[in-house]
């Protein structure tokens, strides 16, 4: 199985894979090309002879490789030095930083999702909040690599967010303490008879976290568990292999996701029972992930617009599969797979390049569109919800993301910003009910009241 990763948070939302290649396995350029680079030289020439100051051939190169893959798509891009140094890092797990995920939405950076359990979460940093200031300066235009270097720094440090919400009319100043980001990759209580799960990101073993947190749950509930909430709201992703494990924890046959990408042969389809046959894990280990886990037991799978790529193929597996039902709000829209080359063996310079879509088991590509769930629910529990939800930052926002090759129409991406008339409760009332995640309270009592009945839902469909 690929190894695949994703870059945590500060870049982008993404799917990395991991790919031990230079450039002497790339296929050589096409010949008609010749005249393109003669244009791309005509203009380094002018530069270096015309240009008001000197310019080192250094800048210019950078300069002309980023522009190459900045012109493709958000997710691609060159790396080196600093950038490159904090890709591995996150990759790693392990950064000094305040747990944010964000993107640029026209110059300037925006809040995808605070990773839960982080210091920006703990601080009131929420999914939609843009960030104009850092300690006072104005950080509007500045690259988003800047800005987030400029977040990280030393474990106990403190920064100043400068916080614009809408739904808010003036901005408003947060400080955050930065810390090592180390966060439980899954945990997981009991409320009632209902287990709930939460996957926070999918890191090495979170197939084998869930299990046994489904394990610890039954023993909990006295062997009489009801039903299981999967929680992957706020969680952009993680390592392919661990999504393909946690879905495979719940199903007993069919395909999980398939990747595909321009050269056909190189397509790959990872199915259930898969991880059986995963040559790192011990065997008894591996004979865990034979059959359903869960036992039939119906399954609620919470997300929202934070849920990105391997959250994504998790809850469109187990909702194509008919064996999950999905609640909350539409996800992100992640659907394609980035690919790392590096570009000299010392390994200091590297691409990373969108190279494939991955897809449901229906065919069903997640990217612009995202998973759209089977009961929309919306946040009514944050009084800044949907007012948050209307600006919310998606893939299918992002300048130059890839289009979905089957056309989705824009009012169908946009329906998800419309009131749903069955929600009209405030946060107040909520409050007063000791209700402070209503997503995650109609979940459970869906799954109290209709028990089986959530499962027969499943099965039905849309």
């Known amino acids: 199985m690929k190894s695949a990763v994703l870059l945590r ?32 030289s005509t203009v380094y ?22 522009g190459m893959l900045a012109s493709l798509d958000p997710h ?16 790693d797990g392990g950064y000094a930083g305040l747990g944010l995920s964000v993107g640029m939405d026209q110059d300037t950076v925006k809040v995808i999702s605070p990773l839960r359990g982080s210091p920006a979460a703990e601080a009131g940093v929420k999914a939609g909040d843009y960030i104009t200031h850092l300690d006072g300066k104005l950080i509007y235009g500045v690259p988003l690599d800047e800005a987030v ?56 073993d979170v197939g084998n976290f869930v299990r046994d947190g489904i394990t610890d749950l039954r023993k909990q509930a006295g062997g009489k568990l009801g039903g299981l909430v999967l929680d992957l709201r706020e969680n952009p992703g993680g390592s392919l292999e661990e999504a393909v494990a946690l879905s495979d924890l719940f199903l007993s046959s069919g395909d999980i996701v398939s990747q595909r990408g321009r050269v056909t042969s190189e397509d790959m389809y990872f199915r259930a029972d898969d991880m059986r046959n995963y040559p790192d894990l011990p065997p008894a280990v591996a004979a865990t992930f034979k059959g359903d886990i869960a036992r039939g037991l119906p399954i609620i799978v919470l997300i929202d617009e934070g849920s990105a790529s391997a959250s994504e193929i998790v809850a469109g597996a187990l909702q194509d599969q008919r064996r999950a039902l999905v609640m909350g709000q539409r996800s992100f829209g992640k659907g394609s797979v980035q690919s790392l080359f590096y570009l000299d063996p010392q390994h200091k310079r590297a691409v990373k390049l969108t190279t494939a879509r991955y897809y449901t088991p229906s065919g069903r590509s997640v990217q612009e569109g995202g998973i759209e769930p089977d009961i929309r629910v919306p946040q009514l529990s944050d009084p800044d919800a949907r007012r948050r939800s209307q600006m919310a930052l998606r893939e299918s926002d992002l300048r130059r993301h890839l289009v979905n090759e089957a056309g989705i129409d824009d009012k169908q991406l946009e329906s998800d910003r419309q009131d749903d008339p069955r929600f009209k409760m405030t946060a107040e009332e909520l409050k007063a009910k000791n209700i402070n995640d209503f997503q995650l309270y109609y979940a459970i009592e869906t799954l109290r009241r209709t028990g089986a009945g959530v499962t027969a839902l499943a099965t039905k469909g849309k």
Do not use: C, H
């Open 76 to 91: 691609s891009a060159y790396l080196e030095g600093n950038s490159l140094e904090r890709l591995n890092t996150m990759i």
């Open 45 to 66: 020439q002018l530069v270096k002879a015309q240009y008001v100051e000197q310019v080192d051939d250094t800048k210019l190169i950078n300069g002309a490789i980023e």
């Open 9 to 40: 948070a500060a870049l982008a939302t993404s799917v990395l894979a991991l790919v031990p290649a230079t450039t002497a396995g790339l296929a050589a350029v096409d010949a008609r090309s010749g005249p393109q680079f003669a244009r791309l």
């Open 149 to 204: 270097a400029q977040m990280r720094g030393e474990v106990g440090t403190q920064i100043r967010l400068t916080i614009f919400r809408p739904g808010r009319d003036e901005p408003f100043d947060v400080t955050v303490t930065r810390r090592e980001i180390k966060l439980e990759p899954v945990t997981w209580k009991l409320e009632g008879q209902i287990g709930v799960l939460t996957v926070n990101e999918f890191s090495r």
